[in-house]
């Protein structure tokens, strides 16, 4: 589709970005969920043996209609009070529910426990015991009002909003409580710690890939001794209903052999979203669809459990509604991981224009690496290039660079959690496997580059003069680029990327309200159905596109406290909402 083409959304209204308050939010939002959901697994990383996921975790062509329910079997395979479909944040909920005395089912259609989630790096919150612990105070009333500012005015589901926004503590508590050590997490400094916890002692030498594989895995001990059953490479392929109402899910399971399982008391789509099938994204993300270069949620994150829900009869909410940041290059594969080194060098600190030569803003702080997406997908393409030269090696590593923009080198502790099937454990290979591919370009002279960018030579050449003088002078930054970072570019080979947005999540899905029941299209919950995390849709406000974070609390906590909450809701022990004094102040 031509740039003209696309239909252009204008921003919400909200609070100055270099405010405190936004500031907070929007480290809640981006540390949460693309250190992250955000940070998510690539096109052979489905597992974590690094094979590629069967055919049937992949998208194809046809997989963006409703998947309509089944009748009930003449006979059930298994009975339970509650399943969950999905073992990232659907853990919280199966786990939950277990404690609560439920018999509980929990689908995973992959070989392992996580899914999307297991890839992030902290839990986005505020107010934890492991963070008043330690001295931070508590600005879950900052987190919510950032989440709120940036609703489309009169049209946020404000209840639903501060539920989870004030439930997000507790969540975190509660997993504490059970024996996983938290602390402050230390990505984004100070305000990243009043912001966020990840599992103690898991951030070694700026490493965040896959920081919370030690929570999911946690979970899956604990709901094995709490006596829930988990079935994995189990891949759910209808609901099924009685009249209007959800009674329990068709699955295939590791044999191949078809099963139907029984719920009393509810079904919890906790299966993702829809980053991976392209087929959905055109049709109910389409700003993803024409400006987002590549995705880095996993193959897992192919949308079923939407599918699923809207042949339910559910309402669709959220449309247009994702979260992304920089990194996408041109000709990767579409599942691609954020952490591989051609990636990682093409956020580096560099001097970067666009089309017409003007230049482009720099962003090096963690809590604005979604700006920095919305900055490339507004430039004309949706894209930006990058210019450095041989000194790249040289220069890279002494950039002071927070979460997925730190470099991954072998000498990282736990670096092993990482397989190396998923990516090499150096950002140099994958630089220069990138280089070698033709994605990052490579050229003796300035005016070849530009060819090769499929630039006017003049654009490249008298941008990298300017530069050069600019640096010359020793600013104290330049473009947003502090200035211990700045250095000339003057010596081949000359290297060039374009560069545009990497989107870590969708939040177009399910309707829900704030006990997270999905809502139908006429209204009215429908029964027995429950939705969590990425599977949801609505709570962003309508078409909260182009790499805006809008979802409350980041990804990873949201899908974690999405699905605490559905827990207690089915169970009968969800406490009744009141709506906070921050709140009745403000009002």
């Known amino acids: 589709m031509e740039e003209s083409n696309i239909k252009e959304k204008a921003l919400e209204g909200g609070v100055s970005r270099r405010s405190f308050l936004t500031g907070a939010a929007a480290v809640a939002a ?92 902290i839990f986005a919150v505020s107010g934890t015991k492991a963070q008043l612990d330690a001295g931070l105070p508590d600005i879950t009333a900052l987190m919510v009002q950032g989440s709120l500012a940036k609703q489309t005015a009169g049209a946020a589901r404000t209840q639903s909003i501060v539920r989870v926004g004030t439930t997000a503590a507790r969540t975190m508590d509660w997993i504490s409580d059970l024996g996983l050590e938290l602390e402050p997490t230390t990505t984004g400094g100070p305000q990243g710690g009043m912001t966020g916890v990840s599992p103690k002692g898991k951030e070694l030498d700026g490493l965040a890939a896959r920081t919370n594989i030690y929570a999911f895995t946690f979970l ?34 590791a044999d191949g052999q078809v099963r139907h399982y029984r719920a009393s008391k509810g079904v919890l789509l906790a299966s993702g979203g829809m980053c991976a099938n392209r087929d959905m994204l055109q049709r109910y993300v389409p700003s993803a669809y024409y400006r987002v270069k590549c995705s880095s949620a996993g193959t897992q994150d192919s949308g079923e459990g939407i599918r699923m829900g809207l042949g339910a009869g559910a309402q669709l909410g959220g449309f247009d509604s994702y979260q992304a940041f920089d990194g996408g290059l041109n000709d990767l594969p579409w599942d691609y991981y954020l952490y591989n080194g051609d990636i990682q060098l093409a956020r580096q600190g560099w001097l970067t224009f666009d089309v017409s030569g003007q230049r482009v803003t720099y962003y090096p702080d963690v809590a604005n690496y979604a700006l920095q997406g919305h900055t490339l997908q507004s430039c004309p393409g949706a894209q930006a290039f990058r210019v450095f030269d041989s000194h790249y090696e040289e220069y890279a590593p002494t950039f002071d660079q927070q979460c997925c923009r730190h470099l991954i080198v072998p000498t990282m502790p736990d670096i092993d959690r990482i397989p190396e099937a998923m990516m090499e454990h150096d950002w140099k290979l994958g630089a220069k496997r990138g280089i070698a591919e033709g994605r990052i370009k490579q050229a003796d002279t300035l005016e070849e580059l530009a060819d090769l960018l499929g630039l006017e030579r003049s654009i490249v050449v008298d941008n990298v003069a300017q530069w050069n003088e600019q640096v010359a002078a020793s600013p104290e930054s330049l473009d947003g680029i502090p200035g211990a970072w700045l250095h000339p570019i003057q010596d081949p080979p000359y290297y060039g990327v374009a560069v545009g947005s990497v989107m870590f999540s969708t939040q177009t899905g399910l309707l829900t309200n704030d006990e997270m029941q999905v809502i139908s299209e006429s209204g009215a919950p429908i029964s027995g159905l429950y939705a969590s995390g990425s599977t949801i849709g609505g709570l962003c ?36 909402f009141t709506m906070p004094e921050f709140m009745t102040q403000q009002a």
């Open 30 to 121: 981006i540390v949460g969920a693309g250190a992250l959901t955000g940070c998510g697994q690539g096109k052979t990383r489905d597992e974590d043996s690094g094979a590629l996921p069967d055919s049937g975790t992949i998208a194809t062509a046809s997989e963006a209609d409703n998947i309509e329910p089944v009748s009930a079997p003449s006979s059930w395979d298994g009975d339970y009070d509650i399943i969950v479909v999905g073992s990232g944040g659907g853990l919280f909920a199966a786990v939950h529910a277990c404690e609560l005395g439920a018999k509980v089912l929990c689908i995973e259609k992959s070989a392992s426990v996580g899914g999307a989630s297991k890839e992030s790096s």
């Open 541 to 576: 406000g309508p078409d909260s596109s182009y790499a805006i974070c809008k979802q409350p609390q980041g990804g990873v906590a949201f899908a974690a406290t999405t699905s605490f909450i559905a827990a207690e809701a089915m169970m009968g022990e969800l406490p009744a």
């Open 220 to 253: 899956q001990d604990k709901l094995a001794e709490l006596g829930g059953e988990l079935m994995l490479n189990t891949k759910v392929t209808a609901l099924v209903n009685d009249g209007d109402a959800i009674i329990g899910v068709q699955a295939d399971d």
